[in-house]
Nanobody, 129 residues
Framework: QVHVVESGGGVVQAGGSLRLSCAASGLTGSYVAMGWFRQGPGKEREFVAGISRSVRSGGSTSYADSVKGRFTIARDFNKNSVILQMGSLEPGDTAVYYC???????????????????WGQGTQVTVSS
């Protein structure tokens, strides 16, 4: 059984930083494609950042325009773990952040929620002004 677990959410002041972690277990593959999405109050779920499947630690990355230059996605110490380092946070970044994983043999960054098979429960990030 696959489990995806996020951690690291919280409350931070505008301009601050926060680091989210995600660990996926029970997957067949290693260094699978993973992504972060978020859903703000009254908004639809949107893509934030993604990293492609890779042979070894690493992979291509892609970001939403709204977070480019402020957020960084990277693989963590475990083969199917990623972090999302968020900086220069704005009140508009307030949302529930979800981590997702895709265990299929793909070699590009997945930007659509429909392309992910496994999801975490989400972690709340609140940015105060």
């Amino acid at each position: 059984q696959v489990h995806v677990v996020e951690s690291g959410g919280g409350v931070v002041q505008a301009g601050g930083s926060l680091r989210l972690s995600c660990a996926a277990s029970g997957l067949t593959g290693s260094y699978v494609a993973m992504g972060w999405f978020r859903q703000g109050p009254g908004k639809e779920r949107e893509f934030v950042a993604g990293i492609s499947r890779s042979v070894r630690s690493g992979g291509s990355t892609s970001y939403a325009d709204s977070v480019k230059g402020r957020f960084t996605i990277a693989r963590d110490f475990n083969k199917n773990s990623v972090i999302l380092q968020m900086g220069s946070l704005e009140p508009g970044d307030t949302a529930v952040y979800y981590c997702a994983a895709n265990d299929r043999d793909t070699d590009h960054v997945l930007r659509s929620a429909l392309e992910y098979d496994y999801w975490g429960q989400g972690t709340q990030v609140t940015v105060s002004s």
